[in-house]
């Protein structure tokens, strides 16, 4: 292992910021950072940073979401691990479809199949009292 | 982090909508306003250049599509001026690539406008 991977191996970086759309982007620039200190491509940099806006953006969207979005960023030795943690209590992180019209719904859909697209492992953790973690995964030159 | 939009007007009843930043949820209402404007005006043929944009969104992709959807209406067009890898790639994954025409530049872009 190479001296800079092995100093970012299991680094954590936690941001919590407001869940309001003009926060996403500083979400997105953070999980941005610490897959670049993995030495990740700057494709695989920009899918990360696609997959973090995605996750916030599903929770801004959800009603019922929680007042902040807490992102943790696990560098560990072969991947980066992202956690996007909702503390709304209305169940899963995917927007709210029943009020939606046919087209939100449809590009709701979309920020999904990106997040699946894009990462290599996805999960969902549902606390009906703690809220709702989205947990990702991005393995090191997987793609 | 912002979106610049431009609007201009082109030979043969068209319009080119230039984009320049980042489009994502936050920025995405100010496009969807810039669209909505023009398609409410009556312009149904639209290219919108995305050349400066350096990163888009589902909520980007969504107005995309919603403009396209009402240029449609009224048997217009919209076509796309891409050529960041990344956000091409966008389009590829998500099957968009199929419903836009996507170009390399703004005149191939306006020449295939139907």
């Keep these: 292992m190479n001296q800079a991977l092995e100093s970012a191996a299991r680094e954590v970086v936690e941001l919590r910021i407001p869940s309001r759309a003009e926060w996403v982007a500083l979400a997105r620039l953070a999980a941005a950072t610490v897959a670049n200190r993995l030495r990740f491509s700057i494709e695989e940099i920009e899918d990360v940073k696609l997959a973090v806006a995605e996750a916030c953006t599903a929770v801004i969207q959800h009603e019922g979401h929680g007042e902040f979005i807490h992102l943790t960023c696990e560098a560990l030795e072969d991947c980066l691990r992202v956690r996007v943690h909702d503390s709304g209590r209305h169940g899963v992180h995917a927007p709210d479809r029943q009020r939606m019209n046919f087209e939100e719904a449809r590009i709701a859909g979309l920020g999904i199949f990106l997040i699946r697209t894009l990462m290599d492992e996805v999960s969902y953790d549902v606390h009906p009292q703690l809220g709702t973690d989205l947990l990702m995964v991005k393995r090191l030159g997987a793609t | ?114």
């Design chain 2, 1 to 114: 982090m912002d979106i610049k939009v431009n609007v201009r007007e082109a030979p043969g009843d068209c319009y080119v909508v230039d984009l320049s930043g980042e489009i994502d949820v936050y920025t995405s209402p100010k496009v969807k306003d810039a669209i909505g404007t023009l398609i409410d005006r009556g312009v149904y043929h639209l290219v919108i250049n995305l050349e400066k944009v350096r990163y888009i969104d589902s909520t980007g992709l969504g107005v995309l599509i919603g403009g396209l959807k009402r240029v449609r209406e009224h048997g217009g067009s919209v076509n796309l001026v891409c050529t960041n890898p990344q956000i091409k790639k966008i389009f590829d994954i998500t099957g968009l690539v199929k419903i836009f025409g996507i170009f390399e530049s703004e005149d191939a872009a306006m020449k295939a406008l139907v």
